[in-house]
Structures are given as C-alpha cells and as structure tokens.
C-alpha cells in the first residue's frame, strides 16, 4: 500500500507557479527525503500534502484520503513536526501533550498511557512537569517529536527536525526516530538540509524550480551522477548558484495548521 500517491500536482499564486506538475509515492514504513534549494517548491508540495493550502490542479492522497475532499482523515492520520517550534513554553511537557490529545478528539481514557508511551520514547518523562521553556534546544525538539506522535498517525511529517541542533543531539533525535519507524512502521516524509541525514532516507527526491528533478535511493543517485556524496548529487540536479529563496506563500504552516485544529478541523 502507498503512503501517499501524488499525480501531476501544480500550485499556482498568481503568476507564480510554485509547484508544476509533481508526481511521486512513498511507501507504507518508507522514510523518505524531500530535498531542495531555498524556494523550490517543497514547503508548498508539503502543505498541499498536509491539508494547508488546496492544490490548483492534480491530485494526492495521504494514508488513502484525498488531501482535498478528506481532509479531516488525513490530518487524523498524520504527525506534524515542523521547522519553527510550536510547543507553549509556559506550559509542562505533560500538558502540551494533552492540549494536543484533545486537539485530536482522542479518548481520554487512553490518553495517560499514551503520553508516558511517548514521553519514555524520547526520554523526557522525568521532564514531564517542568515547564517548556526550561527545556533545551534538543529537548523541545523531542518533546515536538512525542506530540506529533500522541495521536498514532500512519504518516509523520519532519520539517528540518535537527536544524540548529548540535551533532550529539541531531544524532539521537535521529537515533529516535530510525527506532520508532523500525517499532511502528510509521511512514515517515522529511525535509533536510543535512546530507548525511539524507543518506539515511530510504529513498529520497530533489525539488528545483517547482519540479522533481531526481528520485531514488541515496546510493542509485550517487552511483547515476558518479560522486560519492549526496552534496554533489544536489548540486549537479540543482547548481551550485545560492538561492534566498522566496516568502512562503501560504504563511506559517504550524500556526495555519492550528488555527484549522481550533476551528474544529472544518
């Protein structure tokens, strides 16, 4: 079964074509890597994929549901962990989780379980009670990574999860997450700009200019081009010219996101 199964889609903002005519699938338990420059069209592709901004024309589905015309099964079977932090610092661990739980609509009876599942899982049930703003830099990120479990989602999506992050901490978060994808079998779909993160995706696509331009495993790509670094492979498919890239069109995408949650998911 597919994960996710995107045909021809396109995103349009005026004259600005975000997004032309993409097509790809992920695996059910693949990880897999979205990669590209600053304005290539992945914040875009992600947020169509994530039920953010609606699609000008093609089609995805996420987890079986039409990103369009169900977009409330996709958004219960997906996990969210975004580039800028979103957890409330004034709050406990404890309780961002169960703000998320009933975001969620779960049972509150198997809500207790689930965050100390979770919170055992990144190693901060200890931290449970301390508020959020005394965490560090890795340890909001965990925390980020236990919420976009709570719920159980089939898909989880990672914006840049260690950006920003030193090498110790960026090396267990990703120890975390290549055990619960083993464990569950969670899909995972993540962005990075860190090539030896890349290396561990099972496959991994590069986005220029609003198009796919490569797609396969990390080492098909590297033995297709003839380099033994990732780095060289995006830049072969991409230049090697820096890019500011541009504003994201459809805003924040973890505010926009929320913002739906607490209109009901509507």
Same mark, same amino acid.
């Given at each position: 079964?597919?994960?996710?199964?995107?045909t021809r889609l396109r995103k349009h903002y005026g004259e600005v074509e975000a997004v032309r005519d993409v097509s790809f699938d992920?695996?059910?338990?693949?990880?897999f890597g979205f990669l590209g420059p600053n304005g290539a069209g992945k914040t875009t592709t992600i947020n169509m994929l994530c039920?953010?901004?609606?699609? $000008?024309? #093609?089609?995805?589905?996420?987890? #079986?549901? &039409? %990103?369009?015309?169900?977009? &409330? &099964?996709?958004?219960?079977?997906?996990?969210? %962990?975004?580039?800028?932090? $979103?957890?409330?610092?004034?709050?406990?661990?404890?309780?961002?989780?169960?703000?998320? *739980? #009933?975001?969620?609509?779960?049972?509150? !009876?198997?809500?207790?379980?689930?965050?100390?599942? @979770? =919170?055992?899982?990144? /190693?901060?049930?200890?931290?449970?009670?301390?508020?959020?703003?005394?965490?560090?830099?890795?340890?909001?990120?965990?925390? /980020?990574? *236990?919420?976009?479990?709570?719920?159980?989602?089939?898909?989880?999506? =990672?914006?840049?999860?260690?950006?920003? =992050?030193?090498?110790?901490t960026r090396r267990t978060i990703w120890s975390y997450i290549s055990a619960l994808q083993e464990a569950a079998g969670i899909t995972?779909?993540?962005?990075?700009?860190?090539?030896? /993160? +890349?290396?561990?995706? !099972?496959?991994?696509?590069?986005?220029?200019?609003?198009?796919?331009?490569?797609?396969? $495993?990390?080492?098909?790509?590297?033995?297709? @081009?003839? %380099?033994?670094?990732?780095?060289?492979?995006?830049?072969?498919?991409?230049?090697?010219?820096?890019?500011?890239? %541009?504003?994201?069109?459809?805003?924040?995408?973890?505010? +926009?996101?929320?913002? +739906?949650?607490?209109?009901?998911?509507?």
């Amino acid at each position: 079964m597919k994960a996710i199964e995107v045909t021809r889609l396109r995103k349009h903002y005026g004259e600005v074509e975000a997004v032309r005519d993409v097509s790809f699938d992920v695996a059910a338990g693949e990880v897999f890597g979205f990669l590209g420059p600053n304005g290539a069209g992945k914040t875009t592709t992600i947020n169509m994929l994530c039920t953010l901004a609606a699609p $000008t024309s #093609g089609s995805a589905t996420v987890g #079986g549901f &039409d %990103v369009v015309t169900h977009r &409330d &099964d996709v958004r219960h079977n997906i996990g969210l %962990v975004f580039q800028d932090p $979103t957890v409330d610092g004034y709050l406990t661990g404890e309780q961002n989780l169960r703000l998320h *739980a #009933g975001l969620y609509g779960m049972d509150r !009876d198997v809500i207790p379980a689930r965050i100390r599942q @979770v =919170l055992d899982m990144v /190693e901060l049930w200890d931290r449970r009670t301390a508020k959020v703003f005394s965490y560090s830099g890795g340890m909001r990120r965990r925390l /980020e990574i *236990a919420r976009g479990l709570m719920h159980t989602p089939r898909v989880l999506f =990672l914006d840049e999860p260690t950006i920003g =992050l030193d090498p110790q901490t960026r090396r267990t978060i990703w120890s975390y997450i290549s055990a619960l994808q083993e464990a569950a079998g969670i899909t995972v779909f993540m962005t990075t700009h860190y090539m030896e /993160e +890349a290396e561990l995706c !099972d496959r991994v696509a590069i986005m220029d200019r609003g198009e796919i331009v490569a797609l396969d $495993t990390p080492a098909a790509l590297k033995a297709s @081009v003839g %380099v033994d670094h990732l780095d060289d492979v995006f830049i072969h498919y991409t230049g090697s010219a820096i890019r500011d890239g %541009v504003a994201d069109p459809v805003g924040a995408a973890n505010q +926009a996101l929320m913002r +739906a949650m607490q209109r009901g998911r509507k």
